[in-house]
């Protein structure tokens, strides 16, 4: 596997179920970022790790909850989710948090419908 | 307040037939501005950074430029590959990312 990954690719849930999403990233880096991508709107940033620590957090609901247990690995979980959380939930990976070249680099995201 | 607009929103062309992507920006102290293009169903793909104006950046029919307040994609002679959802970011002076909601390109053969 190469670059970012995330699985799975499509996930269909019912506003009572509980469901995770997962990202790995292949790249060396430090930095994992959870996005929301919504029809023509721009990317919402959700959460940011650095290092394992979360730096970031954009007023999320508390149904959204990012757990990171190492520097290649990012979770999304997902309970009690509204039909307005569906979505395209992106991962991505920079370098570092915080530095000018932080070029970020994005995973194929998750379609997420929520029923 | 930090603001990135697109536009256009959506864009048609023929193939062959150049044109440019604009997005304009406010935002305190640009550290700098990404271009990603973006296909459907799929995640950003990084294209290019600048980092000030004056400067400007290549990659086989794109060419992007950059202002003090805005910065142009130019699609040279596109082809339908080239047809995709291209995004723009702004980094400011606190190293956070200010996303545009992007133009949607359809190149028609």
């Known amino acids: 596997e190469t670059g970012v990954t995330q699985t799975p690719r499509h996930l269909v849930m019912g506003m009572t179920n509980k469901k995770s999403l997962k990202c790995e990233q292949h790249?060396?880096?430090?930095?994992m970022y959870w996005y929301k991508q919504s029809a023509k709107k721009p990317l919402e940033l959700m959460f940011v790790?650095?290092?394992?620590?979360?730096?970031e957090n954009n007023s999320v609901p508390s149904r959204f909850s990012p757990e990171c247990p190492n520097s290649s690995h990012l979770f999304l979980h997902l309970h009690t989710l509204q039909p307005e959380d569906s979505a395209l939930y992106l991962c991505?990976?920079?370098?570092?948090?915080?530095?000018?070249?932080?070029?970020?680099?994005f995973g194929p995201g998750t379609r997420l419908t929520v029923l | 307040e930090d603001q990135v607009t697109q536009s256009p929103e959506a864009l048609r062309l023929q193939e062959g037939e150049s044109s440019s992507l604009n997005c304009s920006y406010t935002?305190?102290?640009?550290?700098?501005l990404f271009w990603y293009r973006q296909d459907p169903g799929k995640g950003p793909e990084f294209l290019f950074t600048?980092?000030?104006?004056?400067e400007e950046k290549e990659k086989e029919r794109l060419k992007a430029t950059l202002t003090k307040k805005e910065s142009f994609l130019h699609i040279t002679a596109p082809k339908p590959e080239d047809s995709a959802t291209y995004l723009c970011?702004?980094?400011?002076?606190?190293?956070?990312?200010?996303w545009g909601a992007g133009t949607k390109l359809i190149i028609k053969p």
């Open positions: 991505a990976s920079s370098q570092d948090r915080g530095v000018t070249t932080d070029t970020q680099y």
């Open positions: 790249l060396g880096h430090n930095a």
């Open positions: 790790y650095s290092l394992e620590e979360r730096v």
């Open positions: 935002v305190s102290g640009l550290r700098g």
């Open positions: 600048l980092y000030s104006a004056g």
């Open positions: 970011a702004v980094q400011d002076s606190n190293y956070q990312l200010i």
